[in-house]
């Protein structure tokens, strides 16, 4: 069975360029949540999708965006990058519906952006 | 104060010994935790989730939670080398929203 697969593993971007990153969930899961992890934050939560619907939003700027398509593969896209936006950004999906008991997450390999 | 709140550590414990994690949450309304290891370099793994006062056992793996102090750990009998890694406490916020809320982590060293 796959699991949740990210790309691409690693990018080097500048600052002021556009990022879109991939992420595929692992088979029948509908729930895609995307997370940043940095050392001095930790693992912040961006957004969550179910059913190709935003159902949540984490404390990022609006430069941060996300979707997901009928196929429940997610893409994230960061605009005008910046230095702080250097981090890895984590895509993990669920089969559970929001407010299930036993919702939880697997995390992909995540990718590692590095703005310079 | 964060939501999710844990020891940075490192918490250093001998080849052997037990590893006691603590975890500590604020909002009241939150009903699931969840347990996940990360080695360095690589994303979280999911260890348990626990939702329900009292104990979890999964092999050498015991989450425990207590809603009334609104505290969540994780132990880990037969400590191994292997082991060591960050430990990260997560639960989902009570509100609508049903958010996974990361705790910092707490780093374990487990000496051989």
């Known amino acids: 069975k796959a699991g949740v697969t990210q790309t691409p593993r690693y990018l080097i971007k500048t600052r002021g360029q556009q990022v879109t990153l991939s992420c595929s969930p692992i088979s029948g899961h509908r729930s895609v949540s995307w997370y940043q992890q940095t050392p001095g934050q930790g693992l912040q939560f961006l957004f969550e999708y179910f059913s190709e619907t935003q159902r949540n939003k984490g404390n990022f700027p609006g430069r941060f965006s996300g979707r997901q398509f009928s196929n429940s593969r997610s893409e994230m896209n960061v605009s005008t990058l910046e230095l702080g936006d250097s981090a890895l950004y984590l895509c993990?999906?669920?089969?559970?519906?929001?407010?299930?008991?036993?919702?939880?997450?697997?995390f992909g390999s995540g990718t590692r952006l590095t703005v310079v | 104060q964060k939501e999710v709140e844990q020891n940075s550590g490192p918490l250093s414990v001998p080849e052997g010994a037990i590893a006691s994690l603590n975890c500590t949450y604020s909002d009241r309304g939150s009903q699931s935790f969840f347990w996940y290891r990360q080695y360095s370099g690589k994303s979280p793994e999911l260890i348990m989730f626990i939702y329900s006062n009292g104990d979890k056992e999964d092999g050498r793996f015991t989450a425990q939670l207590n809603k009334a102090s609104q505290y969540v750990s994780l132990l880990i009998r037969d400590s191994q080398p292997s082991d060591s890694a960050t430990y990260l406490c997560a639960a989902i916020k009570g509100d609508s929203s049903y958010k996974l809320i990361f705790g910092s982590g707490t780093r374990l060293l487990v000496r051989p």
């Open positions: 993990a999906s669920s089969p559970e519906p929001p407010g299930h008991p036993n919702y939880g997450y697997t």
